[in-house]
Each structure stands twice: as structure tokens, then as C-alpha cells.
């Protein structure tokens, strides 16, 4: 458990690999040849007026904010924009994120991605409930691949552009060896963001009442399949 804010705690899913024993909380089975690892190391990221920061005693100054009621005419036109707003943000936010997932693709030789709606409603299903629920894991039974990130700012105006989450993913890189299937899955954001097979991409993110973002991306078909890796994880060209 991590406890980045005295006043939030955030708990991330660390799944541990030996001898292909996939171990988590309550949970344990054999991972064999050709199953789907969807589950990877969480990212969490804590900042401070645009700061990213680590674990310490930091403690940002709350803000005090004063609303006045509004006419129900005028509520439900600032109602009707919001929505309009939030549209447009979170499509600029896919689009913004498909863009840096194909240039990352690029690197590596491999096909681009296309931005699938269906799988946009479904990565949005998940972050908006996440969000309400003001809590940050996978998704359970799913048929796709994912990546999850969530960042968190004292400032309220700060926002998360669509290649944050993509480049922190795709960071992993660094861990990765190519050639030889991976003996822990520490890069295996990194490795579904490059996998070769997969061909469409959904991408949402949420905001959590207390200032969490919260990122989800489903892509299909799924990466990350054991024995597949050398195949579907090309060095950069």
C-alpha cells in the first residue's frame, strides 16, 4: 500500500511472476503457452500543481471554492455545454492517444492502430466506474487487452493529455529484453502498446471526485499472450 497523500491512499495491483505462477491476492493459477497475461503492473502518479512528485510529507493547500445557484434555465444550458465540452475533450483525448500509440508503432515496424467507438464506450464504462468508485484495478473477464494509469494533482485545472498514459507505458522499454519471452511482466504496458497482432484501440479517462484521473485502454485483439512475445514485440527499427 502506498500512501502518496496523507489525506489519500492509493493502493496499485502489483502482480508478482515466478516460474510463471501468477500470484495475487486470494488468487493463484498456472500460466501456460498461449494464455493472456491482461493484467499488468498499474501506474500511479501523484502530482502538485503539475509537478509530478514521490511519496513524502508534500501536502497541498486546499482550495476554497464559493457556487451560487443558478436559474434552471441557465443550469440547463451550462448543463447541455458541459456535456457538449466533455464530448469534445474526450475525443480530442482518443484521438490524442491513438496518435502517440502509432508513432510509438512506428518505431517498431508494426501496423497502426484504428480508433474503434465501440471500444471507447467500453474503456469509458470502466474509468467512469472506477472513478465513482474512486478506486483504480482491472477490469474482471475481459476479452480484451488493457492498460489502466491514474495520476492525481492538487490542482484541480491541470489535465491529462491523451500521449501522458501512452508514453508512461511505453517507458517500459528501458526493462524490456527482445528476442526471449519476459520472465516478469514489468513491461507489459509496453509490450501491448507495440503488440504487432493487435489492430484496434479504445481509450477513455474519468475523474474521480477527489482529483484522481483515471485512464483505461482496451485494445483488440489483445497482446500479451505467453509463447508470442518474440514474434509480436519487434526491437526499433
Known amino acids: 500500500m502506498v500512501n502518496l497523500h496523507p489525506a489519500i491512499t492509493v493502493i496499485p495491483i502489483i502482480i508478482q511472476y515466478e516460474d510463471w505462477t501468477r500470484k495475487e491476492i486470494g488468487y493463484e493459477r498456472k500460466l501456460s503457452r498461449g494464455s493472456q497475461v491482461t493484467e499488468t503492473i498499474t501506474e ?22 464559493e457556487s451560487q445557484a443558478k436559474p434552471t434555465s441557465e443550469a440547463a444550458a451550462d448543463s447541455s455545454a458541459s456535456s457538449s465540452d466533455e464530448g469534445e475533450s474526450n475525443d480530442d483525448f482518443a484521438n490524442q492517444a491513438l496518435k502517440a500509440h ?12 484504428k480508433l474503434s467507438p465501440n471500444l471507447c464506450n467500453f474503456a469509458m464504462q470502466w474509468a467512469q466506474k472506477l472513478a465513482n468508485e474512486d478506486q483504480f484495478y482491472h477490469r474482471p473477464s475481459n476479452n480484451y487487452g488493457e492498460n489502466i494509469y491514474m495520476s492525481f494533482d492538487s490542482n484541480p485545472n491541470v489535465t491529462v493529455s491523451g500521449s501522458d498514459p501512452v508514453q508512461s507505458w511505453y517507458s517500459e522499454i528501458k526493462d524490456h529484453t527482445f528476442g526471449v519471452e519476459p520472465r516478469s511482466m514489468n513491461t507489459g504496458h509496453f509490450t501491448q502498446v507495440v503488440w504487432k497482432t493487435t489492430k484496434n484501440l479504445g481509450i477513455a479517462m474519468a475523474k474521480s471526485r477527489s482529483g484522481k ?21 519487434p526491437p526499433p527499427q
Open 102 to 113: 502509432n508513432s510509438y508503432r512506428r518505431k517498431h515496424g508494426v501496423n497502426p492502430l
Open 44 to 65: 500511479v502518479k501523484q502530482y502538485i500543481n503539475g509537478q509530478e512528485v514521490k511519496s513524502d510529507n508534500s501536502t497541498p493547500k486546499a482550495k476554497s471554492t
Open 213 to 233: 484521473t483515471i485512464v483505461v485502454a482496451n485494445y483488440e485483439p489483445a497482446g500479451n499472450f505467453i509463447g508470442s512475445y518474440a514474434n509480436n514485440v
